[in-house]
Structure formats: C-alpha cells, structure tokens
C-alpha cells in the first residue's frame, strides 16, 4: 500500500462516521506517519472522541481511552508493580498508556502530576516504572481532547506538555448540508459500530520508514526556517517557535506531500502545515492579546508575509 493509497482508504472510512472533515482526518494521519501527537481542542459535542475512535478502528491498531479526572493518578496512565502471591515476586502491570492509539480525553481536567506522566511516553515512546524501562508499542499516537470554553475544574496543560504535541486542530462546526447528513446517517444507528480496519500495523509502520525519504529542497527548508524564526523576532510574539518546532514542520511537510502524492515538499504544503503545527507553540504578549488579536493570526500574518520560493 502506498501513501495515496492509505489515505484514501483511511479517509473514506473515517468518512462513513465523520462528515465533511477531511481536512482534519489528513491533518491526523500527517501526524501518525510522523510519530507525533495531536491535541484536539473545541467546544464539546463536535465529534473529537468519535473521529479518534474511528481512527484508530481504521488502522487496525490496540487501543485504548483514558478519561482524565482530577483524581486519576499517574499509575493509572503508565501501570504500578504488584505482587504477584502465586509467584512470589513483583510484576508490572501495563496501564492503557500500552496501546498504538490512546485517547487522552478531557487531558486538562487531570492535575499537572498526572499529566506529567504522558511526558516520557510522548517524548521518548517509553515509560519507567520503579527503575526500570518499558518500551511503548510502535506505531505510539496520543490524541487529546480539551475544551477551550470550560475552565472552571481545569488544569492548563504545561508549556513542555504542549510542545509535545506536533498539532493542534479545530474541528469547527458542521454547515447546514452537513449536520443534515449526520442526523439522516445517524437515524437508526451508529455507524461506528461497524467501522472496521482498512490498513495493518504493517502498512503504518513501512510508511513512516518510508515518509522521511521525502525531497526538501534548499529552498523549501530555508523558507521553513524563516517562518519559524520570524515568529521569535515579531514585534507581537512574546515566545517564539523553538528549533523543535521548527523540525515538526519540516517533517509534516514531508508527510503532508507523500499523502498528496509527491515525493518532494513544496511551499504549500508547509503553509497547509503552519496553523496547526505552529499556532500552539506561539506566545503572544498580553497587550496584543488585550487588542484581541490571537496566535492564529500572527501566525497568519508572518506565513503570508514571508516570500515563497519558487520550485521547479
């Protein structure tokens, strides 16, 4: 299977469930080909959960979903070591953090403990308990779930947790066409229930192998490099994006242009990328946001201000 062909096939099924974001289905599965994480953030009832469940039932991935509470505990994320009577010795007990797909949902309503215990999953695809090393599955996708409206329980998530994510996305509402489509598919049942595989763990992981084999050239990467390092200079932006930031475009774009069929990166394909991999790394000064500008428009304004190379 190659890459148009796996996004085809994963779209259209994730389609039988979620209408009209295929947008965002492409912007999850740019993420999965680079081994990142996605933090799904808008009001409740948009389809968040549903649109992680039905990816990971497309993938034919282990999965798992841990509802975060202000009580959870960070072994119920990772696992605890229990003693074992029968054998007479300790034995770690994997929590649902072991599984190729975890929805993370409602993250910040976890205390800054618990959260803190996704860090060496996300980072590092591994997690320690009591000194010793766990290796996490392959492929490893953390999708999160936040409202942005509800503060009121909430935790913010830690500038370091953030970066982790390589995205954020908005799913937004529905057009009228739209939500009058779900309501005549949703009538007698839910197509959830049926939704079945339609790529292996085998075809993920031969084209995440495969994904950085994609050209960028010179000119493509200096352009990226220049976004990036404006946002840290711009007159509007507090804390600018770092050099990690700076590689999670690069590898996106890669990802983004084998998905559309290519096997090089052009200047569209990074500016297709930058609201979602770039926005939630951006700090704005608290003037500006008294203005009422946000994140999303500076980065805006930087992406159409910087010249775009022209490749042949």
Known sequence: MNFTQFAAAIQANVARVIIGKADVTE????????????LLEDVPGIGKTTLAKALARSLDCSFARIQFTPDLLPSDVTGINYYNQKRQEFEFRPGP???????ADEINRATPRTQSALLEAMQERQVTADGTTYPLPRPFLVLATQNPIELEGTFPLPEAQVD?????????????????EILLRYQRSDPLADLGPVATTADVLALQAQVREIHVSADVRHYI????????????????????????????????A??????????????????????????????????GRTPAQVIAEITDAAPVPVVE
């Not at 490099?225 to 590898?251: D, E, Y």
């Open 27 to 38: 912007l999850l599965l740019v993420t999965l080909l680079v081994e990142g994480h996605a």
């Open 97 to 103: 953090v072991f599984s190729m797909i975890l929805l």
């Open 225 to 256: 490099g220049q976004v990036t390092r404006t946002t840290r200079v711009h007159p509007s932006v507090a804390l600018g994006v770092s050099p990690r930031g700076t590689l999670a475009l690069f590898r996106a774009s890669q990802a983004l």
């Open 164 to 180: 982790r994510f390589l995205m954020q996305v908005r799913m937004g509402y529905p057009s009228a066409a739209e939500e009058d």
């Open 258 to 291: 084998a998905l559309r069929g290519r096997d090089f990166v052009i200047p569209s394909d990074v500016q297709r990328l930058c609201p979602a991999v770039l926005t939630h790394r951006v700090h704005i000064s608290p003037q500006v946001r008294l203005r």
